[in-house]
């Protein structure tokens, strides 16, 4: 028995030299010199990353109600679904409902692969046609019709994002996958003088709740403008060319090129705006700071056009020459000019789902 608690001891005894031992050799490779890195001092836990009074999150109010300035009475707004299949239309609920309730009416443009009308008579007998993150490519044909729409007084709205810039995003497309842009949107906007970058946008320094979420502000008294402070707008993508009505605040860094500066992220051309995130639309971003307010505006833009003549343009007539056809209006003579104005409003296009005063 007496072995057995002498045997004990020693055992007992071995384990704490092992464990001092263990301790000092620790002690040696924090505090010891030879390069090694010295403990951080517990004072730091105040610096800023730790201190909550430091925060550079800086949460937008939300309030304020989505509505328009124009009346919209007779107007007829186009948002094309044929080329971006995955739009949550749900989401879009807020500018339909605003825009039929000032008196217009909202149709979807689904394309012929789903039994529809080609995409120039959806266009004859619309106001303003609204193009959510293209994915896919728009035939010739398509490309001279939009120029020839714009070009006759139809308003263009045209909004882009990377193809998904995060895994948590969520938008009018579901997840986000990668930061790489939309590449059917490019030389849509390229013809109207207007690019995007490549690349989302984010601010380390200044957001709202989370780095993607980057602020905005007017660059002048715009109609666009009108009423707008700050934005708010996720992993957006900068526009360039024509006027800038936005900007990012400083400090923004394109995802790309780690580059730190201003960014523009709404600018128009003429008949046609580019926005550069489509966030602004959603439930979610609808109400964060200004953005029912640069919304509204939005929603006068499309509505506010004078488009002559009201059937531009005409779809190519079948066996033209050329790749999707020749622009509309274009005969032998090489004139190019538009139809005249029909004799009676056109009837709608049966491939565009009705959303107006139903």
């Known amino acids: 028995m007496a072995a057995n608690s002498s045997s004990t001891v020693v055992r007992a005894g071995f384990f704490v030299g092992i464990l001092i031992l263990s301790a000092v050799v620790g002690t040696v490779a924090i505090g010891g010199g030879g390069g090694s890195q010295a403990a951080p001092d517990v004072t730091q836990v105040n610096a800023p990353s730790f201190n909550s009074d430091e925060s550079v999150a800086t949460p937008a109010a939300e309030s304020g109600d989505l509505s328009m300035s124009a009346d919209a009475s007779g107007k ?5 679904v044929a080329h971006a299949g995955d739009i949550d239309r749900e989401a879009l609920t807020p500018l339909v409902s605003t825009l039929t309730e000032n008196g217009a009416t909202v149709r979807y443009h689904v394309g012929e692969r789903q039994s529809g009308s080609p995409l120039n008579e959806s266009l004859r007998s619309a106001d303003a046609f609204v193009v959510l993150g293209a994915e896919q490519r728009y035939t010739e044909s398509e490309m001279n019709g939009l120029t020839a729409f714009s070009d006759a007084g139809g308003r263009v709205l045209l909004l882009n994002e990377p193809s998904q ?28 003088g207007l690019s995007y970058g490549n690349g989302y946008l984010y601010n380390m320094h200044e957001y709202d709740t989370n780095y993607q979420n980057v602020y905005a502000t007017p660059t002048g008294d715009t109609e666009l403008t ?96 050329g790749p999707g056809g020749s622009l509309p209006g274009a005969g032998t003579g090489g004139g190019g000019a538009l139809p005249s104005e029909p004799d009676s409003t056109p009837a709608p296009e049966p491939n565009e789902t009705m959303r107006a005063d139903q």
């Not at 708010?232 to 995802?255: H, K, M, N």
């Open 226 to 321: 009108e009423g707008v402070d700050r934005t708010v707008f996720y992993a957006a993508i900068p526009v360039q060319g024509g006027d800038t009505a936005l900007t990012t605040t400083e400090q923004t860094t394109l995802s790309k090129t780690r580059r730190q500066d201003t960014y523009g992220v709404v600018a128009r051309s003429g008949n046609v705006v580019t926005v550069g995130d489509t966030n602004v639309f959603t439930q979610e971003f609808l109400y964060r700071a200004d953005n029912e307010q640069l919304v509204g505006n939005l929603l006068d833009f499309l509505v506010t056009g004078e488009k002559s003549p009201e059937d531009a343009p005409q779809p190519a007539d079948s066996g033209e020459s």
């Open 165 to 192: 810039a995060s895994p948590a995003g969520l938008g009018l497309f579901g997840p986000v996958r990668s930061d790489s842009v939309t590449m059917p949107m490019a030389p849509l906007a390229s013809q109207y």
């Open 76 to 80: 007829v707004v186009v948002i094309d």
